[in-house]
């Protein structure tokens, strides 16, 4: 049956600004897509059976005699005074890495994956830490309302399988690599070259049978951490399964340096990964992206790589200020993604909100100032229509957005009572953003379903 969900629905259909209805409807079909988005009819709650705020649903008024010309009343979901909000889609976050949130953050990228985060992610080498911290991570994502994702677990492969299926069982439509990482690693975080192989492809395999709804992303930690043999065995692994990638790219200046030498015959760090067949052509996550040079700009727009600007990750860790500017202007994919750990919150409004900070920071450095810092409605578009996308591009249904065709994956957000000021939906949108919180999401839909709190103990 058809669905009417009737709100203030706002989202970006293009960066420079929100398209907004005041009292509108968004159409679902039974397909869990969005087949239009409409000013409300007044009578509309009258056609049919309605949901209330309690989420129980009132029983439709059986039909006697159904003409020949009956259609079935769509189903009214009534959220009048809510927003209603495409839900947030985070290229990059590493759910191993949630019980570190906040911590050693003191240091620079190599030290701080050396002291805080290597350490961490070998304890998902024991089911029941991975179990316990997995079912936290996916609880987390569902309550910030990231309902999408592109994450990295570990190298663990079993640990790996128990995420991709949490996150099936929890009504999440993620993307999830097992990490590949064979070099300068600790020996408790090291794998063979043909054992990380086989085990990526053991978890292709499995996920295509147990986990429809989640995808996997061929997910090489680094150029640091991967041997040519092993980039050359995932980029096989790329080509046969036609599978995403996700990466790390020009984070540090540590990093970068390293790679230089660790390479010295390719010229830069983004060709490292395309010489071996891991930045295929529309499916390509890259994080970071700070210190790219003119040629690697170029490889990137050629690619359609999408470049996950990960503002609070930058900061934390002393990376650097992505010219975001510039890159938009250069035609890059930039989308925001929080990439936690060295990202603390895994919330997309507060990265919305460090994006749009960090490009008016940006703006203080010399030749820099006529930089136009991030609006919101970019920024907003950024953590929503353009990260969703990749979701569009791999096949997984196009997300982000309420035209039509877009799976219905949305925030129903609270209405804030007694604002003495006569907000427009945008302005209540960017209350929410700068200064609410989960609090205030009160649903969370999925491709057309309602999802409820998972695992909630
Ligand atoms: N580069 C390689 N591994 C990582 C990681 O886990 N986090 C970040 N931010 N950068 C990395
Ligand atoms: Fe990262």
Redesign the pocket.
């Known amino acids: 049956m058809t669905m009417v969900i009737r709100g203030d629905v706002v989202f970006t259909q293009k960066p420079g600004c929100f398209t907004a209805l005041e009292d509108g409807c968004v159409v679902v079909g039974d397909d869990g897509r969005v087949m239009e988005v409409t000013r409300s009819l007044p009578d509309l709650t009258l056609h049919g059976p309605s949901v209330l705020d309690t989420g129980i649903e009132t029983p439709a008024a059986p039909h006697s005699e159904p003409s020949p010309h009956w259609k079935p009343e769509p189903h009214v979901v009534d959220r009048r005074g809510c927003l209603v909000i495409p839900s947030f889609v985070d290229l990059h976050v590493?759910a191993a890495?949630y019980p570190m949130s906040g911590l050693g953050l003191d240091a620079e990228?190599l030290q701080w994956?050396r002291n805080t985060?290597f350490p961490t992610e070998s304890r998902f080498a024991d089911p029941e830490v991975a179990e316990t911290w997995y079912r936290r991570f996916v609880r987390r994502m569902w309550r910030v309302g990231t309902l999408r994702f592109s994450a990295?677990a570990t190298l663990h492969e079993d640990s790996t399988l128990m995420l991709m299926r949490l996150c099936q069982e929890a009504g999440l439509r993620p993307v999830i690599g097992k990490v590949n990482m064979d070099r300068n690693s600790p020996e408790d975080l090291s794998e063979g070259t043909s054992d990380s192989l086989d085990a990526t492809r053991r978890i292709i395999k499995m996920s295509r049978i147990e986990t429809p709804d989640v995808g996997y992303v061929v997910t090489p930690?680094?150029v640091p951490?991967t041997t040519t043999r092993l980039m050359e065995g995932l980029g096989e692994i790329v080509r046969e399964f036609g599978l995403p990638v996700q990466s790390?790219l020009d984070?540090n200046r540590s990093e970068v340096d390293w790679v230089h030498r660790l390479h010295p015959d390719i010229p830069t760090y983004a060709e490292v990964y395309d010489r071996f067949g891991l930045m295929p052509e529309g499916r390509t996550i890259m994080a970071h992206c700070i210190w790219l040079t003119d040629s690697e700009r170029e490889l990137l727009r050629g690619r359609r790589v999408w470049a996950a600007h990960c503002p609070q990750?930058n900061l934390n860790?002393t990376s650097g200020l992505i010219p975001v500017r510039r890159d938009l202007d250069a035609g890059l994919g930039v989308c925001i993604a929080s990439?936690v750990a060295?990202g603390h919150d895994p919330s997309m409004p507060r990265q919305i909100v460090a994006a749009i900070e960090t490009s008016k920071a940006k703006t203080f450095e010399a030749g820099h100032e006529k930089d136009r810092p991030l609006t919101l409605s970019e920024a907003f578009y950024m953590a929503t229509k353009r990260p969703g996308e990749f979701f569009g591009a791999i096949g997984r249904g196009r997300v982000g957005s309420f035209e039509p065709g877009y799976d219905f994956d949305a925030l129903v957000i609270r209405e804030e009572g007694d604002n003495p000021l006569d907000l427009s939906p945008e302005g209540r949108l960017a209350r929410f953003i700068y200064d609410g919180d989960d609090r205030d999401i009160l649903e969370r839909w999925v491709a057309g379903r309602r999802v409820s709190e998972p695992f909630a103990r």
């Open positions: 590493h890495q990228l994956l985060t990295f930690r680094f951490a790390h984070e990750s860790l990439d060295a």
